[in-house]
């Protein structure tokens, strides 16, 4: 009776390893995977990520809040960008991988368009956190990974667009 255990224990088992091709598959089959998506660029200090790129006209967000008496006031909060532009916003990863005192500068950071144009980030983009949209704060980053959005304000119909940080050393189409 305890052989007819062992029997049904290694019977599975055996079946599996049978099953499994255990010799390296052919060159033919084989299809090779980029390691690291197109958007994501790297130079010797750091790795920026585009995560996504999204055009917009202009950002509203309503913001409910409870009074004193129990009634609830609805304000919106809209921002546009000036005439015959857009906002450019972008979901950056941005980690630093090398080691030294280098910084990730915004006042080097920017888009380019076809014609050769730069555009900075907005000089003050503090309102995507007063609509709830996480924000990369606007300092230079020195150390670890920072995520979140950057807002940049591009003419309407703008094509070509780059990003372009650490001097040239980052280029990533958008």
């Known amino acids: 009776m305890k052989k007819l255990h062992y029997f049904v224990i290694l019977l599975p088992m055996l079946l599996i390893l049978v099953s499994c091709n255990s010799s390296p598959p052919d060159d033919a089959n084989v299809s090779e995977q980029p ?13 920026v990520e585009l995560i996504s790129a999204e055009v917009s006209e202009s950002l509203l967000a309503s913001i409910a809040a409870v009074q ?9 909060n809209l921002v546009e960008p000036a005439g015959g532009h857009v906002f450019l916003l972008l979901e950056l990863n941005i980690e ?51 995520y979140g959005f950057v807002c940049f304000e591009i003419p309407v119909g703008a094509d070509g667009l780059r990003f372009i940080a650490d001097e040239g050393r980052i280029s990533i189409n958008i």
């Open 96 to 146: 630093k991988i090398g080691t030294g005192r280098a910084a990730f500068s915004w006042g080097d950071a920017h888009i380019t368009d076809a014609g050769g144009n730069v555009y900075y980030r907005h000089p003050n983009d503090t309102f995507l956190a007063n609509l709830n949209i996480p924000r990369i704060r606007g300092t230079d980053i020195v150390l670890g990974t920072e």
């Open 68 to 76: 004193y008496g129990g009634g609830v006031v609805t304000t919106e």
């Open 35 to 47: 390691l690291m998506s197109a958007d994501v660029t790297l130079s010797d200090m750091w790795k």
